[in-house]
């Protein structure tokens, strides 16, 4: 079952982006990722090419980092020249509603993972941090990875990049924040997979349907029962 969100409606209001613990540039472009940063989301590729998003692009890292993995990540940023293109948050504590208005804040949601560790090759069809970006309607920079059956342009909510950090992923993120009827016609996709098929609920339907069909028959399954 894929580790998809509750339904959520409506989409949260977001905080402003002046609010994510410096001055955010007031352009569109604002690539935000949430979740662990560590070394399976990209960073690097990140960093090589985001100096070629937009001008001022700003790449947000909402989540904890640990020391030994930030330090490097930072000088790397320095080493580029891409040290103002990157923002740590770590904020303390969120409820649910707190942490949807911080990703909602961004434009592009960075949902890049290395498709060789353990938790792509064991997914349930995506990572829920995908899922996530679906919920708050932030079109996707994604990579191929094992089971993403939904990766990317499959489904219509957002570019794929390579894995490569060679390569960078410029061409994929530039073309959004420049063609906004682009950005709503993924948005939009975004919602109606949330809504329609990628919601805890749609996914669980099954299961409980059985559990109930079980429970009033007494618990007793038939001979032939899946």
Not at 45 to 65: E, H, I, Q, T, Y
Not at 180 to 206: T, V
Request: some cysteine; charged content about 20%; proline content about 10%.
């Amino acid at each position: 079952m894929p580790n998809c969100n509750l339904p959520i409606l409506d989409v949260p209001p977001c905080i402003p982006p002046t609010a994510l613990g410096a001055q955010v540039p007031e352009i569109p472009g604002l690539v935000l990722c949430h979740g662990t940063v560590g070394p399976t989301r990209g960073f690097e590729l990140a960093f090589r090419s985001v100096a070629r998003w937009l001008p001022r692009s700003v790449l947000v890292l909402k989540g904890k980092a640990k020391c030994d993995f930030a330090t490097p990540l930072r000088a790397l940023a320095q080493q580029l020249g891409v040290s103002g293109c990157r923002i740590f948050h770590a904020p303390k504590f969120e409820c649910c509603e707190e942490h949807y208005a911080t990703i909602a804040a961004g434009d592009i949601g960075w949902a890049v993972f290395n498709p060789a560790s353990r938790i792509c090759k064991h997914q349930a069809t995506a990572l829920n941090k995908r899922f996530g970006c679906m919920v708050l309607e932030l079109p996707e920079i994604v990579n191929t990875d094992p089971r993403a059956v939904e990766a990317g342009k499959a489904e219509g909510f957002g570019p794929r990049t390579s894995w490569d950090p060679a390569s960078g992923a410029s061409a994929a993120v530039r073309p959004l924040p420049e063609n906004e009827d682009l950005q709503r016609r993924m948005a939009d996709r975004e919602r109606l997979l949330h809504l329609e098929r990628y919601s805890y609920d749609f996914q669980f339907r099954p299961v409980n349907e059985r559990l109930r069909w079980m429970v009033a028959d007494g618990g007793q399954c038939p001979t032939g029962c899946p």
